[in-house]
């Protein structure tokens, strides 16, 4: 692993972030305290060099912090995003993440048909619908780096919106299909009381979160790029789970026209991935 660009306290925490990304060992005390104190553009810088470090390929982003509860609570204008990796994209056996919580999500998972334009403004729910190629019912699965997982939004940030892995399930639709916006889930973690939600409560529609994403990214001189998957924000909010157990999604529209399922279960031993 090659040695961050700069120095300094952040410096020191993305060095942190990435080798305990590739070991699974817990962030102590001393990099809880540095994260705490970081503004969110700080937080951002973190994540991009503690992603740089693992010197993997951007597959796409993640959103969170997408319902307007959960943004109140952080005392948030917006979501929040995270970067995924090829290798952040699992089979439906994965590692176990650490010994700390371990939580899932389930999420609408979609591809990007074709490279957009930079936009520093958000482009109409149609424009994002027609960006799409392909959406699938997935599950993050998502587990702090830092030895206290009560993180503030920066710290979440910093840790790239702690996720491990997203699991792909059914492929839902072909490009977008409006039923997907009304459809429902429910998140089934094996010997627990299942957790219900909608596509709705990714910021009213599932598009809008995506053309916010958009927009965010094009104030940054950034756009979305063909092929990037889009993990757009949970429809159930954060679950804790138990990884000697399985859990499972269920997503359909109120037609029934629209179904599918995705789970994952947890490989008996902690090998982790080196990305």
Not at 14 to 42: K, M, N, P, Y
């Given at each position: 692993m090659t040695q961050a660009p700069w120095t300094g306290p952040d410096a020191l925490l993305a060095q942190s972030l990435a080798h305990a990304r590739a070991t699974g060992d817990a962030l102590g005390h001393v990099e809880g305290r540095i994260a705490a104190v970081l503004t969110l553009d700080?937080?951002?810088?973190?994540?991009?060099?503690a992603f740089a470090l693992r010197d993997v390929p951007l597959a796409g982003y993640k959103l969170a912090a997408t319902s307007?509860?959960?943004?109140?609570?952080?005392?948030?204008?917006g979501p929040l995003v995270g970067l995924i990796a090829a290798s952040d994209l699992a089979a439906p056996v994965i590692a176990r993440p650490t010994d700390r919580p371990v939580y899932a999500e389930a999420e609408l998972l979609v591809r990007i048909g074709a490279d957009l334009p930079v936009m520093t403004d958000p482009p109409s729910p149609s424009t994002m619908a027609e960006a799409i190629d392909r959406v699938w019912l997935g599950l993050e699965i998502c587990s702090s780096r830092f030895a206290d997982d009560?993180?503030?939004?920066?710290?979440?940030?910093?840790?790239?919106?702690?996720?491990?892995?997203?699991?792909?399930g059914d492929m839902l639709a072909e490009g977008w299909h409006e039923g997907l916006a009304e459809g429902t889930v429910v998140l089934q973690p094996e010997g627990a009381e299942p957790v219900y939600g909608a596509a709705s409560a990714v910021m009213g529609h599932p598009l809008?979160?995506?053309?916010?994403?958009?927009?965010?990214?094009?104030?940054?001189?950034?756009?979305?790029?063909q092929n990037q998957i889009i993990a757009c924000g949970s429809m159930t909010g954060i679950t804790q789970i138990a990884t000697d157990k399985g859990v499972t999604a269920h997503f359909g529209t109120p037609d029934r026209t629209i179904?599918?399922?995705?789970?994952?279960?947890?490989?008996?031993?902690?090998?982790?991935?080196?990305?």
């Amino acid at each position: 692993m090659t040695q961050a660009p700069w120095t300094g306290p952040d410096a020191l925490l993305a060095q942190s972030l990435a080798h305990a990304r590739a070991t699974g060992d817990a962030l102590g005390h001393v990099e809880g305290r540095i994260a705490a104190v970081l503004t969110l553009d700080q937080a951002y810088h973190v994540q991009q060099a503690a992603f740089a470090l693992r010197d993997v390929p951007l597959a796409g982003y993640k959103l969170a912090a997408t319902s307007a509860r959960a943004q109140e609570a952080m005392g948030l204008d917006g979501p929040l995003v995270g970067l995924i990796a090829a290798s952040d994209l699992a089979a439906p056996v994965i590692a176990r993440p650490t010994d700390r919580p371990v939580y899932a999500e389930a999420e609408l998972l979609v591809r990007i048909g074709a490279d957009l334009p930079v936009m520093t403004d958000p482009p109409s729910p149609s424009t994002m619908a027609e960006a799409i190629d392909r959406v699938w019912l997935g599950l993050e699965i998502c587990s702090s780096r830092f030895a206290d997982d009560d993180l503030s939004p920066a710290g979440i940030v910093a840790d790239n919106g702690l996720l491990h892995a997203i699991v792909t399930g059914d492929m839902l639709a072909e490009g977008w299909h409006e039923g997907l916006a009304e459809g429902t889930v429910v998140l089934q973690p094996e010997g627990a009381e299942p957790v219900y939600g909608a596509a709705s409560a990714v910021m009213g529609h599932p598009l809008l979160a995506l053309g916010w994403l958009a927009a965010w990214l094009g104030r940054r001189g950034e756009s979305l790029r063909q092929n990037q998957i889009i993990a757009c924000g949970s429809m159930t909010g954060i679950t804790q789970i138990a990884t000697d157990k399985g859990v499972t999604a269920h997503f359909g529209t109120p037609d029934r026209t629209i179904t599918g399922t995705v789970t994952t279960t947890f490989a008996k031993d902690k090998t982790r991935s080196k990305a």
